[in-house]
């Protein structure tokens, strides 16, 4: 790992360039793996911020003829205590925002099970890490950051060599998040997360952040030093990252 190659800054006048621009780059990377009778394997987020990623790469595909057959994905992260058929579960997003959209092969997608029982959530944890590694690690991951520094839910305090597991979600992200639930107290306080280290073994990373509320964190992931207490500040060790950013996110940059 080197400091001084990464991470590269990306400024777009809004969301919807920067993500045009990533989705292209998205398309590429697949064309160019299938003509090698390669998958590509995705590492993928949920919340705000990669919403419009998802409906450019789901216009690629029905525009396009992007096919996600030979692709493989991966997320992030799942509440814990939320099954599938729950409304606010990181499964429900995913398939309504991208996969009931696109060819996606089923057995293909990979998403953190928010019903593993704590007892076996270690096990499952080492299975989510062993799959990744069966499909040939993670081409490109797309993450957001969180008002805190997490990326993942690797809140504050995590340290550079986590593994997926099961995590307590901070207060600051729950009322971050309490907008997408009715009532904070709805919101889950566990969730199951890639550890850091999982995300940084991922040969690319896309870090996507819109609007002045991320500016003052990302200045911190970018120039601050590396620290638990900002599990983002690891990707200025990652070798090849790349920041996406609109102009008020990259408002506060030195
Ligand atoms: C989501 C994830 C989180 C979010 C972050 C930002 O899978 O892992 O790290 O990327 O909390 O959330 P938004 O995009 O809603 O601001």
């Known amino acids: 790992m080197n400091k001084t190659v990464s991470p590269a800054i990306q400024v777009y006048p809004d969301p919807a360039s920067a993500s ?18 390669l998958p590509t394997v995705l590492g993928l987020a949920t919340g705000g911020t990669p919403l419009p990623l998802y409906q450019e790469l789901r216009r690629l595909h029905a525009e396009n003829d992007l096919s996600f057959h030979n692709v493989i994905t991966f997320n992030l992260d799942e509440y814990l205590g939320l099954d599938h058929d729950d409304a606010h579960s990181y499964w429900q997003f995913m398939h309504q925002q991208l996969f009931h959209h696109v060819d996606i092969q089923p057995q293909n997608i990979h998403i953190p099970d928010g019903t593993i029982t704590p007892a076996d959530l270690a096990a499952y944890g080492r299975s989510y890490e062993q799959a990744i590694r069966d499909a040939g690690g993670i081409d490109l991951q797309i ?38 639930f009715s009532g904070l107290q709805l919101v889950p306080t566990r969730a199951i997360t890639m550890g850091c280290a999982t995300i940084l073994d991922a040969k690319r990373i896309a870090l996507l952040a819109w609007g002045e509320r991320k500016a003052a ?24 990252t790349t920041f996406y950013l609109d102009q008020p996110a990259a408002s506060k940059l030195l």
Do not use: C, M, W
Request: hydrophobic share 35%; proline share 9%; charged share 25%.
């Open 217 to 240: 964190i990302i200045r911190d992931a970018l120039h601050a030093p590396l620290s638990p207490s900002l599990p983002a500040s690891y990707l200025q060790e990652h070798p090849a």
């Open 143 to 180: 993450l957001g950051i969180g008002t805190n520094g997490h990326i993942g839910f690797n809140e504050p305090g995590t340290p550079r060599d986590s593994r997926t597991g099961p995590v307590d979600l901070s207060e600051k992200t729950r009322r971050d998040n309490a907008v997408h």
């Open 20 to 37: 045009r621009a990533l989705a292209a780059e998205i398309a590429d990377l697949i064309r160019s793996r299938e003509k090698k009778a």
